[in-house]
């Protein structure tokens, strides 16, 4: 199974991923990322993203190529204030992938549907990823999007444990298909949507990035801290297990982080790479989005130290052949399959606690317009 693999637009992380390729036969194939804003954004919010210009985009792009990598620009923001459907706004898209196209970039991943119909009906041959964020999960949805001509789809993370949907998917289209690995969503998470449509905004050019709009990210820290199941139901994918995706058919694993450190993103890509990790499972899929609300504005409150949260990956050997073999029936409230696995995570009780009230606090004043 390939990977395609987030970059932070540090040659640094370009030049690390060559030696990684030398000793792994070429397992990572693709590089993808976007710039802090432009007028379309991306699933991830502006202040998350570095700041670059396009020569040093263009540079980048030529080191990824220089090392046998494509590059993937991602265009994955789902709303656009109905932008989308002014003829300006779409042939100011078109401009704009042609930029793509002059430096250098190879593919384009893509969440709103009349975006992509655009881009396939004015770049016949440019390769389309249709995005996670368009939550494909149903055979249905694949269909929708195999007729919107797109070459890849990257799945809807809920699935990413329903292995007898894997199969009928895999057996139902010839487009290639990517799975997501290390994001640590709640489990069919009710504001997950509604999350991306908040990160979406946040990375476009028009939008006011002063606004504070963190309400999903809080709620999400929140309900997990309350119910620590939610970290094990979470539908990340483990570096051992990733054989069996491959044996499914799956093509790619996606390996997020475009927010992320260079050393943070070498350790976890080496990971994958490997399928193997000794240390802490949450090295990888991270809880930074929990440790930012400690840090988050309250007036008169201090920062809360970031939260450490442990589970030894490899006491989660054989956690996934639960679900391989069909025996999860997703009925979480009568399957319990999960509950057994909670008490192997370590988390300091004192701060779990601080971090609820924290999360509480601010979801009061959120409430009551206080901030």
Known sequence: MKLTVATNWDNILIEQIGLVNNNSKNLIVEVFGSEKTDFLGSARPADALPKVSWSQI???????????LKFNYVI????????????????QLVRFVSELISVGVDLVTVANPILIETIRENFPNIYICASTVCKIDTLRRIDWYTELKVNRIILETDINRDFKLLK????????????????????????????????GFRSQSSCNQNVFYNYPKIKCSNVKLKNPVEFIRSPWIRPEDTQFYEEVGIDFLKVAGREAPTKWLVNTINAYVNSSYIGNLFDLVGNQVISSVGSLPLDKEQKLKPLLIYLDNKKLNGFLNYFVNGKCTFDCDSCKYCHRWVKKMVITDQERKNYIQRSDLLLEKIRKNEI
């Open 168 to 199: 009928k998917i895999r057996s139902r289209t010839k487009v290639e298909l990517e799975v997501l690995g290390n994001l640590q969503c709640i489990l069919q998470c009710p504001n997950n949507t509604y999350d991306y449509v908040c990160d």
């Open 58 to 68: 263009k540079n980048h792009i030529d080191l990824c190529h220089k090392h046998n």
């Open 76 to 91: 994955n923001a789902p709303s656009y204030h109905l932008k989308e459907f002014e003829i300006g706004f779409r042939q």
